[in-house]
Structure formats: C-alpha cells, structure tokens
C-alpha cells in the first residue's frame, strides 16, 4: 500500500488528469506574471557585450564583463550595446561605424584587429523591431579576424608620439612663428630659427630621460665641477636632480643616461703616468655590462637611445671600450673632433668651460663694439700643433694682434678679452677650447682655429654668422683676414655673439634656452633620428 501510495503522488491517473490540469495552470501564470513585471524592472539602456567566436558561437552578458573574456580569448570582440542601440531601430547597423566602436574598445585594451573589407560583408548584425530591442545575431553569423598587426606596446606609442614631433617640425618652416615670453629666436645666427624654437617646445612638452641609478660616487654620479671639465659634473648633477627632464620609469624614457665622469676615472681610476688605459676601459664595459644584465633597454636597441657626457680629452677612447656605445650611442663631448670618429649625426659636440668658482659671477659683460680698440686677442700655454704656429708669426709682431704665451704682469685676461673685437682661439692637444666659450661671454667675436673641429651645437647654429673661421695654414694671412671685414660687417657679428650668448649661458638651477637646455636638446634631435622597436631594430629616420 505505501507503494502504491508513492506512486500515485508522481504519476497523476487519466481519473484526476482535470485536476492535475487545474494545479499546472496555477503553477505557471505566477511564473508568467514573475516574469512579465522582471522584463518591466529591468533597465532599457543597459549595455551588454556580444562575444564572437572564430567559430561563429557567440554569447551575450554584462559589459562589466568583458574584460576577463578579452583576457582569455585571442580574438574577442567587444561591441557596446546602448550605443548600438542608439542609432535607428528600423535599418541596420553602419557596418564600418561598428568596426571602428571596435577597434576604439580594443585601443583601450592595448590591442589591435585589421579587419579587411571582404571580412566587413560578412559582418551581418542588425536590429529589429521597436526601440529598445535587443541586438540579435543570425544564427549563421561568423567574424573572420585575422591579427595582421601587432600589439601596441608603450615604446611603440612612444615612438608614435615622436614621429608627430618630427612632423611638427619639418612643417614649422611654413607656419608662423610660435609665440614665447621669455625668448623667440631669429635671426641669421640658426640655421632655421622656426625649426629650432618648435623642436625645443617639443622638447619641452615631452623629452624624458632615465637615469641609472647603478655606480656609486666619485667615478658615477659625480663629477668636476669648478675646472676646465666642470660642464662633466655640472651636467650630471642637474640630470639627477632635475624634474621636468628625468623620470624614473624607464618605460616613458625617451633616452637613456649613463652617469659616469671620464674625468673621475682619471682621477680615480686611472694610474698616474703608468700609460695603461686599461682601469678605465674596464670601468666602462663593467658598467655597460652591469645595465645591460639588469635592465633590457640597452639589447633592445643596442645603445642607440643611450648617451654618454665627457669633456675630459679622454672621453672619446673611454667610450670605444664597448663597440656598441662608441658607434652606436650619443656621445656628448667636448672634444669633438671628427678626425678622432666624432660623427656630427648622431653625437654633440659640448662647449668646454672653465668655471673656476662654479658660477658666472664676473665672467659676463664687456663694453660696445665702438669701444674696443684691439683687433685681436690670444694668450695661452703652448701646446699641440697650431697654437706654436701662431705664435711663431704674431708673438710681439704686431701691436693690433696682441698674442701672448704668458701675459704681462698687471694685465688681466678678461679685460684684454673686453677690449679686442676678435678672441683667437686656437686648438691644444686636444680641438676644443675654453676660449670660444669665453670669448662669446666677454662680447668679443671668436676665431676659431683648429682642424677637424666640430662647434657646439651647429645642428641649430650657423657659426659663420658670428664667429670668424681662419685654417691653420692662413695664420701668416691673418691680420689681413680679419681687416678685409668691414666695420659694419664686424658689428653685426658682435650683436649675434650678444644673442647667442645665452645658449652658453650656465645657470643653477637651469634656465630656458642655456647650455643645460640646449646640449639635451641636441641629445634630443639625435633620438629623433632613430626609431626603436621591442624586435632589436634600430632604424634611421
């Protein structure tokens, strides 16, 4: 009986099948109602995300989703659904306008879809019926995808952003000149002053460098400060301080700084008249190795958006110890000479300054051009080839050239500089000399003379329009060189040394448009010529 009983509650007899009926049809008109006012509760504007599958499967869900389903799947696409739906409900969908929602969806994810044309008629997606409605897929839908492109790393959106600078300043020479409060340049002294000022604004807006924080002081992260070297240590003290220019994210960097000081290594490393470079050359390719093993920036373009600074005579032999950083890497020098593989398009050729005190108290100033009655100016230690020269044709020969190899007791260097129209100055052992820099602060015009020598900064600055060139083989012609110039012609020359001025100008903290500013800014139109990729290609621009 009790089985009997069990049986009967699952499986309803044809004698109560009208009773039964009546218990169904109270069951389902609640579930019906249930449903009905759950469909008026639910948000019309919700979004939902449409999944796609190679396959052609596709599911529906919340957009909140939609992450974790990119994640997992190769080729998602997400499609927003309120924006789908705003559009009109009795046409179908713009096909290309959906494509584009996608690839905007898919930008945000740092991902990338090419979807050709014969792959958008395929796409058949539409809505039907009254506002509001759903997006419905027919069921034999299928999205061919093919990843023709690769994902857009941070470097490539890095490079992306420096390509719209190169734009910006290949058209500057066609546009107007960009408006600057503190200073504007023109004139003949830039090879092209629009160019320039948009490059240095761009510079401004974006340039970033990474510093190493490997090495330990003096050799790393120190440097000379008050002597004939001071621009080694006064340009790695201000990277490490500096804000607007460093970051600490090598992924946003730009340029990469190795912070080591030649002239410490001389100091500190090297062995004093043992001849023996070695100490140094390791110094550096321990260095280089030590960056390369921890950090992957340096394989990844084998050096090229890495940069040294030296104004020691030994930077350019320190930084052939690693083949990569001599051919490949920014060499910031001094001693910029090309006859020693000095090439002006990828290094920089830095003025050599001799800041005894570390400041510019005293060393600014001068009278007019009307009030200078030397010609000429030169005194110095004998060494190298040319200064030995000059002197032999113009030492106590001529009371217009005044050249001393030491000068009179009572006679001050800066004031004999004050009153000359012309500072010669002649390359030592080494093509660089502190004279250039000191003649442009004492308003006197500079001759240079030296073979293989590159100038700073003549990427922007034309020289010949302020400074006067004479070979080593006219210094018998030299008098006569400069009274060929004419009084006007000289003038001009010393107003345009007065306007360049600044950009030699060394300031604590730095100033817009002085040395600081500007050797960055040559680093930075040597990184604009290259592009890195994540692949170990290094290409020129």
């Known amino acids: 009986m009790s089985g009997d009983r069990f049986k009967n509650c699952f499986l309803p007899t044809p004698a109560g099948s009208s009773s039964t009926a009546i218990k169904l049809l109270m069951i389902t008109v609640p579930l019906i109602l249930v449903s009905f006012f759950i469909f008026l509760l639910v948000p019309r504007n919700s979004s939902y995300w449409v999944y796609v599958s190679p396959s052609g499967n596709s599911s529906t869900g919340n957009f909140g989703a939609v992450s974790e389903e990119v994640s997992t799947a190769a080729e998602a696409v997400a499609v927003s659904g309120e924006a789908a739906l705003n559009r009109s409900s009795n046409k179908s969908l713009d096909v290309e306008a959906q494509v584009m929602e996608i690839r905007e969806f898919d930008e945000t994810k740092e991902d990338s879809l090419n979807i050709t044309t014969n792959e958008l008629n395929n796409l058949n997606i539409s809505v039907t019926g009254v506002p509001n409605a759903t997006i419905s897929l027919n069921e034999s839908i299928s999205l ?83 002597s004939i070297y001071s621009m080694e240590g006064n340009f790695i003290y201000q990277m490490d301080v500096n804000t607007k220019f460093r970051t600490n994210d090598p992924e946003k960097a730009h340029a990469f700084y190795l912070p080591f000081s030649v002239a410490k290594m001389v100091q500190f490393v090297y062995l004093r008249d043992s001849r023996d470079f070695g100490p140094i050359r390791r110094t550096v390719i321990d260095y280089v190795n030590v960056v390369s093993e921890k950090y992957p920036y340096w394989n990844r373009s084998l050096g090229a958006d890495h940069f040294m600074l030296a104004c020691h005579d030994w930077g350019p032999e320190a930084s052939f110890s690693n083949p990569y950083l001599g051919k490949n890497s920014i060499r910031a020098l001094c001693n910029a000479n090309t006859s020693e593989k000095f090439n002006p398009v990828k290094d920089v050729s830095i003025p050599e300054m001799n800041l005894r005190t570390g400041k510019l108290t005293g060393l600014i100033g001068g009278p007019s051009a009307s009030r200078r009655p030397i010609l000429a100016f030169f005194a110095g230690g004998v060494h190298g080839p040319i200064r030995p020269i000059l002197l032999e044709h113009w030492e106590g020969k001529d009371d217009e050239i005044k050249v001393h190899k030491y000068l009179p007791k009572g006679i001050n260097y800066y004031e004999m500089m004050r009153s000359s129209k012309y500072c010669l100055c002649p390359s030592g052992y080494e093509v660089a000399s502190p004279r250039i820099v000191e003649a442009l602060y004492n308003g006197c015009v500079p001759v240079l003379i030296s073979k293989s020598y590159v100038p700073p900064f003549s990427d922007v600055l034309r020289w010949k329009s302020f400074s006067v060139v004479v070979s080593v083989e006219d210094i018998p012609r030299l008098k006569e060189i400069l009274m060929k110039i004419s009084s006007r012609q000289y003038i001009r020359m010393q107003r345009r040394v007065l306007q360049v001025r600044r950009h030699f100008e060394f300031h604590s903290p730095p100033k817009r448009f002085d040395v600081f500013h500007m050797i960055l800014h040559s680093i930075w139109l040597r990184r604009l010529n290259v592009r890195v990729s994540d692949g170990n290609d290094v290409m020129p621009n």
């Open 144 to 226: 061919p995808l093919k990843r023709n492109r690769r994902v857009r790393t941070k470097l490539d959106k890095l490079e992306a952003r420096l390509q719209r600078a190169r734009a910006a300043i290949k058209d500057a020479k066609n546009s107007s000149q960009l408006l600057d409060p503190e200073y504007v340049p023109i004139g003949p002294m830039y090879w092209d002053a629009k160019a320039f000022h948009r490059s240095y604004m761009e510079m401004e807006k974006q340039f970033k460098v990474f510093v190493y924080k490997e090495g330990e002081p003096p050799v790393f992260h120190d440097g000379p400060c008050k």
